[in-house]
């Protein structure tokens, strides 16, 4: 059973070369992608079919590495066709309620070795913040150097699953897995890896204790990254990427200040003030979309601020009003 599980595995090892898709122009090759979709979903049924009579006997690797397999599957990507998710997520449901030692694993084994050839450089490996950058002026740039975990389409799926079912009481074991791959996401260049990075970070906030998130300084490296998200009002997703950040950054400050507290207000007041009115409607003026978007995005923030938000009406409504007569 060991040797027809593995080989199953590997056939569901997902093509580097849909991480490029979007620039591949040669028939051929979409011709022999398009190919490998259609027989994903016929080794996602036979997987299904042997964890049905065999589950209870597998070993946590083995478990381990069939969660890491199918959840490439679980998402929105140009590999994942309707019936090979609809399958994946039957074959998921059976390890809804991974134990730690599980997820530990996944995330030791299956996930850490594809973001540690270029560790975050503002993470210690604790996963805690860096008083500065390891690696000087340069860090950065060297950050986005042999970026491997690009070359595994279905880590963000993976990264995504593992961080959907860490329970609370977990966060604090996991920490040191789950942030340096978290943080990568949503620090990464391409705005598709910011917009899956923030979506990862919305799942995070449901259940990580506020107070951890402050104690490791993570939260300031959170809501910095969020910022940078509202700069990027040049790509197709940008306006996707607006809404999620500001929802994201909203949820974020609401868990990690007391409520009515100054400190909130100030939070609060920058996000609205700096990140929207004075950024997205200043840089984007003439971008109708990403406008629309921020204002989308407004309703829960506003509601947050309450009485707070009156200094900001009259550059609010005259943005409104800008927008509406285009």
Known sequence: MSDNLDLVLANLRVP?????????????????????KGSAERVLIELGLILDQKNSELSLSQKAN?????????????WITPIARSTAEGILRQFDDPPQSLLTHILNDNVKPFFQVNPHPKLNASGRKLPRPAGGPMATQDFYDDQTWKTAPGITNLVSWCVRHIRRDMYETLWHLIIPPVMTLLDDFETSYKLR????????LREVPGQLLK???VDGLIRLSLGTCLTHLNDTESPRLIEAAVDAHLTLILLTTEVGSSEQFDELSALLGEG???GIWLYASDKPDMILA??????????????????????????REKELSN
């Open 16 to 36: 580097a070369d849909f991480a490029r898709i979007q620039h591949i122009t040669e028939d051929s090759t979409l011709t022999c992608l398009d190919e490998w």
């Open 215 to 217: 104690r490791t300084g």
């Open 276 to 278: 929207i009115i004075h």
């Open 294 to 319: 921020s204002l989308k995005a407004l309703p829960p923030l506003l509601r947050a601020l309450k009485i707070g938000n009156a200094r900001f009406i009259k550059v609010k409504m005259c943005q």
């Open 197 to 204: 990075g923030v979506g990862i970070v919305s799942e995070m």
């Open 66 to 78: 069939v969660i890491r397999a199918t959840a490439s599957f679980d998402g929105q990507d140009p």
